[in-house]
């Protein structure tokens, strides 16, 4: 579906509460957890590198479409819920904070039905909204033209809850939504959920990729991707080739400049914007099948962004 289709809101349902833990700030080594966290199952960013493991739930494909292992889906979901379970008594439960599900490449809303019946069948009470934005092959639409419509479709969902919002985003999803946290000045997402994003950037060979580039191997696709063409596809705004990084840090229009590899007049204010999030949560591992490296999940920041972020696991 086109970008301009309409937001479907999908029921009502509560994951999260209205007073939750909220993220640490350390000093510019982001050398320890600031709330003694080191032992947690989550492990906070320590450095340079951010560094998370969820035990057993290493596969994030349990949380979209059909013919996938049941198993998978509740364990991330339980994660999930266990992450922001409701913290307040049921008398003030109105007050929890709006869901807002942002799908990955060639997605749709109908893909998270399954999260959906979830959050109903366990939290019934928070409005959870699906964006029914940039579906299918329109999700090869240019990164930043997809930004700019998710920014639209968000904006009065914000401004309707004062006490802040959740983020859930998926692979590609998670690019768009750290991209909206940046270049938003008054956003008030409370919560920040990467699922399985590949937010370092992606080099491997994907079914997807060798469905869009038949004839290109993957150690010959940034020719396509480090060009003025190329750049006009999603896949191609965050195809990180180390074998070509110059070519990457002058082409790349979306990922250098989000990630603050390349110096450009907005930076500062990015950066700003970005630390508003009141925590954020980077899930990924070796069984994704999808994001090549896993690893990319992680987002690696210079010194002048870190901030550690540090979670409760229970």
Not at 132 to 142: A, I, M, V, W
């Amino acid at each position: 579906m086109a970008a301009s289709g309409a937001l479907r809101p999908l029921g009502v349902d509560p994951l999260w509460g209205a007073e939750e833990s909220r993220a640490g700030e350390t000093g510019p080594d982001c050398s320890f957890c600031s709330r003694g966290q080191e032992d947690s199952p989550l492990l906070c960013r320590q450095g340079h590198n951010t560094h998370f493991r969820i035990k057993s739930c290493d596969s994030m494909l349990g949380l979209r479409g059909p013919g996938l292992p049941a198993a998978g889906i509740l364990c991330l979901l339980s994660f999930l819920a266990l992450l922001l379970l409701p913290t307040v008594p049921a008398p003030h439960r109105a007050s929890y904070k709006p869901v807002i599900v942002v799908h990955g490449l060639f997605d749709s809303s109908y893909s998270f039905r399954h999260l959906l019946e979830y959050i109903n069948e366990t939290h019934p009470g928070t409005v959870v909204t699906v964006l029914d934005l940039f579906d299918g092959r329109e999700s090869l639409r240019p990164l930043w033209e997809q930004v700019q419509g998710f920014r639209e479709a968000v904006a009065p969902i914000m401004a309707k809850a004062p006490q802040g919002v959740h983020l859930i985003c998926y692979s590609q999803g998670g690019l768009v939504c750290r991209a909206l946290l940046s270049v938003m000045d008054e956003h008030n997402v409370d919560s920040f959920i990467s699922l399985s994003s590949p937010q370092m950037g992606q080099y491997g060979d994907t079914d997807y990729l060798k469905w869009l580039f038949p004839t290109s191997m993957r150690s010959n696709l940034y020719r396509i991707c480090y060009s003025p063409w190329g750049q006009e596809f999603s896949i191609c705004n965050y195809w990180h080739d180390p074998h070509h990084d110059d070519l990457y840090l002058n082409a790349s229009s979306f990922l250098a400049l989000i990630n603050g590899e390349r110096d450009h007049p907005n930076a500062t204010v990015w950066r700003k914007n970005f630390l508003r999030v009141g925590r954020m949560v980077l899930i990924g591992g070796p069984d994704d099948g999808v994001i090549t490296p896993w690893q990319s999940r992680k987002i690696q920041v210079s010194t002048a962004l870190c901030a550690c972020l540090c979670y409760r696991s229970s």
